[in-house]
């Protein structure tokens, strides 16, 4: 099954809700990053979870970033979306590892207490950005509590990363479910009722169901509508030239203790891991370029 979102509504306009699988996304994420099983199911949680709110941004030059500093020994992690279905992401430490909680990997030990910062960026004078507390450091009941704090919009967000015994994964998704201000007693009683019986994400996703299907059980009852479906993928937009900039920003000084080294150097893409080489050749040409701004 390739990665997709797929968005929907329900009870007649009372619910808006999006699904997605991105087992594919997270296993990139993991090789890109050498990510230990914690690392990826964080990560792997809060790529998920991202690409679904940059689904939900309407101009394809929007961009969505949300960023955990937080207090546990992952430190923190960064994810960017766009509204295309790209998304891009890293944790501030990749080799965290955790004994496992309940049998499952501890991802609100990884992360421990913090705070989750989402910055939209719609093309205006400022962006728009939300902070809120980490609740549980578990990433899916973060992101609820956000929408209901910052965006003032109910929600229910299911995330979840199964791993395979050689540390791959196995699969991936989730769902973030949003109930509009007018939304009639009754649905919410059956919406609520629903995912209270629902099985866990990593349940649906192992056994076979694809965002449709975990939406018709979600949704069960209440005339589930899927409006459209989007590709998703993990995607990083760097290049040797937005890596010279930043080279070039570091200022003069750095760079030119760089050239005195008289080594090439590499330097990474901190959202993919890819190596950017620059002989000393290169580093004095982007020295006079520093100098002539």
């Not at 992952?74 to 430490?93: C, E, M, P, R, W």
């Not at 205006?124 to 209901?148: C, M, R, V, W």
């Not at 989730?174 to 509009?180: H, L, N």
């Amino acid at each position: 099954m390739k990665d997709y979102i797929v968005r929907a509504s329900a009870a007649y306009t009372q619910i808006r809700a999006f699904a997605a699988v991105t087992t594919d996304m997270v296993e990139e994420a993991r090789q890109r990053h050498g990510t230990s099983p914690v690392a990826t199911a964080a990560l792997g949680r809060l790529l998920t979870g991202g690409v679904m709110m940059g689904s939900m941004m309407k101009n394809p030059t929007d961009m969505l970033t949300i960023q955990i500093k937080c207090s546990g020994p992952i430190q923190g992690l960064t994810v960017t979306a766009d509204s295309q279905g790209n998304v891009k992401g890293y944790v501030f430490d990749p080799d965290v590892m955790l004994p496992p909680k309940n049998g499952k990997l501890d991802v609100g030990g990884a992360l421990g207490q913090g705070v989750m910062t989402v910055i939209k960026d719609m093309g205006l004078k400022e962006p728009y950005s939300g902070q809120t507390i980490l609740q549980t450091g578990e990433i899916a009941e973060d992101l609820t509590y956000y929408f209901a704090t910052s965006e003032q919009v109910p929600s229910s967000v299911g995330l979840g990363v199964l791993m395979e015994h050689d540390n791959t994964v196995r699969c991936a998704g989730g769902f973030i479910v949003q109930v509009m201000p007018f939304i009639e007693d009754e649905v919410l009683n059956k919406l609520e009722q629903n995912i209270q019986n629902i099985q866990s994400v990593t349940s649906m996703l192992d056994n076979g169901h694809t965002p449709e299907e975990m939406l018709a059980q979600v949704l069960d009852g209440l005339d589930l509508e899927i409006t459209d479906t989007m590709p998703a993928r993990f995607y990083c937009n760097c290049s040797k030239e937005r890596i010279e900039k930043a080279i070039i920003s570091v200022g003069k000084k750095e760079i030119q203790a760089m050239i005195d080294d008289g080594k090439d150097i590499e330097v990474k893409c901190h959202f993919c891991n890819t190596a950017y080489n620059y002989t000393v050749d290169e580093l004095e040409g982007l020295l006079k370029k520093a100098k002539a701004r």
